[in-house]
């Protein structure tokens, strides 16, 4: 533990990092540098440079990365459609590695040799923050001090933050936020607490913080147009806005008409399944949009080779692989097939609902000549679609005619040998 | 068009295969035999018995392929959480099939030496119908009419049927029924007409038949429970039932609440886009159920194998190719994975939304002793995950180290020579 | 026929193509342009000028693409390490393409409004002319004289032959040439006559002529040195050459020492298998060295993506879909994988082997320190796989836990009830 | 390390696994049971049980696991045409397996606590053995010597023998045999030494065991005729065998003619390249011949389904998830494709090379009628090209006349407007 000599932590100003700040400094008798973004999670970043100070750290980071992360990051993966296990937006996991990144371009600046953070073995983040800077800085030390040190229940953590000094919420002892939160401008999640019964409903109050219920929300639909450029999110209602703009736009009208909310069994990378309640306003709106926008502007072929890469894309995202190769290789796939998903979606959000109205593009693919039920006049040739069938029918022609050419021969040489018993899948677990 | 002496015609009763019916005895001189089915599409089946005997059909078929329908159609396909562009339920797609199997059969008893159906020659039903047919009956004639006759608009359609005194809807004659629809127990499609503008919303009324709209729907939300075995819903409010008796149910409660609407554009299998408005109640609730029950009783690489080779699945079931030999080795696949999905969903309906509440399972991998926050009592070992993160950031390791060491050989190389221009995309269409 | 005004001919100056020359100019009643490539097929073409000329034809064009062929063609695909059905290396699809484009500038310069080729409707080259006609140039019109006219016999054609006037070849008339077959600098195929038999081995004499048999090889190996940079071929034995010199030496090599030939059954895309016999020296030796050069160079999950759609950018380009944007798509992943791969194979030919002896790279992904079985003085900590297996197994670790738990359940539920019948596969054919 | 009382352990009776008997003895304190499996390595087994006799093993288990071996899991993974990265036919991945299965069983049978193998930190082994004792026997403790104890030099381990009187053989102490070796009657693989040099040829002498070289194999041809059923090998040149009769027949038959040896870099599971060379002279010839028998009688759809799925099956098996649930989904679905891969395939050996001459098949779905260069008498309308042609092109035509319709307006705004800069690609690594 003595060879670190300065160590940059991922620190927000809360409770568990505040420990792991002074556990760094007394067990690896290193210094301390902090960073803490602002990625959108709605909180005051200045009591985090105080507590820092306090605590004794001379070089403190306060970025404002709430662009980066919605142009870099959140965009181009909705370029992809992206859902994880059919359900999860991927809120939480891909700000990981835009944290990552800027742990790493830190500790090149302050010549640290580690980097530390306050996620637990159990989790996906610690995998995400730290293959992350492992790709990016292939010799950095990483200190996960959940994994280290002896602190294992909340009990302990609170009796150390009072022996150390460290100031604890009044709420935090009294265990009132009883759920594991992570936020930022996609999302919020929960998770812990009483939700670690699958088969338990989140409760009604204390949780969900973006978004009112379905029930709660206005009784009146409100019309939204949004206008992409090369798959992006450009404009709300006409209106120009920065990245991150756009998405604070995205999520107060969601929020405000119950649109997001999930509540699912989602299949960890380490190994084990876990319940998660996900606030996703703004993105929820996003992907139906985007896919609205897809479906006049993308030629069939794409969309379809698109989705069948999205479920492989999104475990990279879900599992820590954004600075991957293979992460890239599919970016620069999806990229270029974004660039003519120019356009305009129109949608009515009520209740918890995200109803496409209307989608227009000058690159539009749609071609109401060719499909309209009236009179075409020529544009298309309905007897075309007979060799198209019979030629795309023809293999199982062969092969029905084949079997049923096959079929007396076969009753034959059943009739003359005893049956042999079907070959039975080779591998099966044995009766364990 | 002398060769045929008997062909079996699908057969709704309608003004189109009430045109076709004529239009095959007088233009191939045959014997038409008439199939009607029931497939929960709501219409009284009587009715077309009478017209098929006005016609002088000898050989009429009235089946009710309620329960196969459901049973061998639809259930296996949500076992694979169907989705076809992200959006549609196929609701349409799987029922054709069926009517493929059951007009090939009477083709056979028959001793029929065609079939015949009313799909257009630019959709993809005719698609469906002829793929099934000719899988399963090799040497098949199969009559198009809409790709053979001069019956090009609606206007020579009703004056063939006055000129031969088929009876016409009174609707049908004003054109107050401005869409082509489908419907089944699965759905109801709605296109064409001023559908055929995908910036405009369908409209309010006169469209929308198995769902009031979200904002019609009750204010107060309704509560149901599933229950699912082998991956198929058996009961629902502990009420078991047949499976269309299920889907009927489903069909009830999601209509009721405003569920399932859909708006979308698609990409018909020859090769158009096209634009359709679904409502499938059932479907909606089942595809949102099923996969809850999934996400507790499935292993992670099972359900994302799935999830990958569902688009594929589902571009299968869309072109037409349930009946092929690849069609066939997905669903072994998907129904091994489905001996352990069992277990109970907890929903709750509400104005359009679909809101999962609880899934419980003897057969759950949930395990709440490893993923707690709290103690877990040497259930997880957290310092595992520093290996499994080392040895999985590996390879990125070696490379971001390998690049570090090549950087200066790279500059200097550059350096002593002009820059070569990078390798162009080898491919790329002509300015034409 | 009379619309058209003037087409352009891919000709070839065979009997095939002359038949069609003169029978457009006889049936259309238009003017011909004639189009002849050199790609390699080794032929010469001034006789195909002189052929054209003595036909009436005004407008001749005869182009060496030889190095846009392997430059843009067959290299790109090749970083694909494309392979069809396991085997095929695609010789005869990637030229199709560049014929395509060729014929479609001509008819864009000559102000044609028609193309015509001389493919059968029974083959796949039909498909890849006229994919790559319409994508590039939509309102084509396109002439198949093998799918309208009525010289559906080789009599027949050579009956039109002599009546017009056109020269035929006398081994033609003997029919000694008893093979279909197409040649280009990638290869030359062999369909047709004895072969269509696939239990029949390809005659040993008056069939291969590229290659010498493995037998009749040198019986001293050659050692050959491959350079690639960006995943192309630069340079042979040191010596750099253009794209399709290097091409042309590699056929050298490989046909001097019996590299390359395959006989297989292939599945064409109009729906039957066929047999066909190949040659393929140069391509061989290539596929196998640029595998050898990425083994080094490319990072594992990249590779891995690469292998797994590489099956379906090889239907793309066998199936002649080499202009369609999903080919496109996936090119332009492929290309950007090949930054890194640069770097020398040194491999040995001997009667039919291609034997990697070694590969080296400056951008190696090789860490001779990590991977040893000696001392490795800390770089890899063996005590990270303990970790790594753990959370790899834990996922199944619970689904056994859990199954272990479930059996003495399931095992009294199964006394209480009576054995119900295991779920059968719902969708089989019918007993047709 | 005093938890475990009896511990069974994988024991070939060579220096490293008597080692390791020896150290679980004295650092474990408890009882040792051995296990030593007949895969047809070509050892002698006899001086194994002595040698653990000698070390007082009460419980000595050596099993002939031949047959099980190769129809339970070599034939298996060869329906699915299997190949790792292109080239490595999984020789020594395949056997762990069993192995593993083995152990698990024995431990069950000895009420043992633990399970101890030979493989080392580093490779690939050790996560196979474990992921399939974790799989089927959830809470069984594993003991990996080579990850926990401090013998990590040939030196120490050698010192470690003669301290403990373990006899050393004399090659072993001079370095004789510098290469790690690996065999089983699918392959003998080679690794270490002078091969940890990718750009070094592996040496003429010393090495290959299986196999002669090309050069000095037989310079006659050796017809073979293997027949198929369900997919596998069940007779060669006629006479019915048990499986791994045949699979040593085949290795008898290759090696004599120099077939099956490769030399290649991999990618290990752990995150590493490594060089290795490998024998495989059946399982070479096992696969062509199994692709050529399928290429006749499997669907196109369902081979190209097989070939994209099997690099992922490929990775399953490589990387140890022979007992995971995804690969029996996987295997399902391949057995599924196997019932009608039957028949025989002749092919010729000579020198390294494998020739297919002929296939022939009872269930062949090759149609010589319609395939034909000659006339078909109507057995395929080559008329229904164009058609299947121009739908397939119509998406296309769509697509290109859009764009041609675009352009001017494009041009105009472009004029208007400065160009926006094109959109980069959103991630890229940090100028680290």
Known sequence: ?????????????GLDTSVILKWLQDEYKCEVVTFTADIGQG???EP????????????????????????????????????????????????RPLIAKRLVEIARAEKADAISHGATGKGNDQVRFELGAYALMPNVKIIAPWR???????????????????????KKRKGESPFSMDANLLHISYEGGILEDPAAAPPEKGMWRLTVSPEKAPSKPELVELQFERGDLVAINGQR??????????NRLGGKHGVGRLDLVENRYVGMKSRGCYETPGGTILLRAHRAIESLTLDREVAHLKDELMPRYASLVYNGYWWSPERTALQVLIDHTQE??????????????????????ADSLFDAKIVTFEEDEGAY?????????????????????????????????????PAKPAAKPAARKPTA
Request: aromatic share 8%; charged share 30%.
């Open 148 to 170: 280290e040190w002896d602190l294992t229940s909340r009990e302990k953590l609170l009796a150390y933050a009072d022996t150390h000094g460290i100031p604890v919420d009044f």
């Open 340 to 361: 003519r998903v120019n356009g305009t979606v129109t949608l009515k959000l009520f209740k918890g609902n995200v109803i496409i109205t209307g989608r227009s593009s």
């Open 241 to 250: 806005m920065k990245a991150h703009e756009l998405l604070a736009e995205l």
């Open 381 to 417: 040739d309905q007897a075309d679609a007979g060799g198209f069938i019979k030629l795309n029918a023809l293999r199982m022609r062969i092969a029905a005619s084949k079997a049923q050419a096959e079929r007396p021969r076969r009753a034959a040489a059943k009739k003359a040998a």
């Open 1 to 13: 533990m003595s060879q670190i000599k300065k160590v940059v932590l991922a620190y927000s100003g």
């Open 43 to 45: 909180e005051e970043l």
């Open 48 to 95: 985090a440079r105080a507590k820092a100070k306090a605590a004794g750290v001379k070089s403190i980071y306060i970025d404002d990365l709430r662009e980066e992360f919605v142009r870099d990051f959140v965009f181009p993966m909705f370029r992809a459609n992206t859902v994880y296990e059919g359900e999860y937006l991927l809120g939480t996991s891909i700000a």
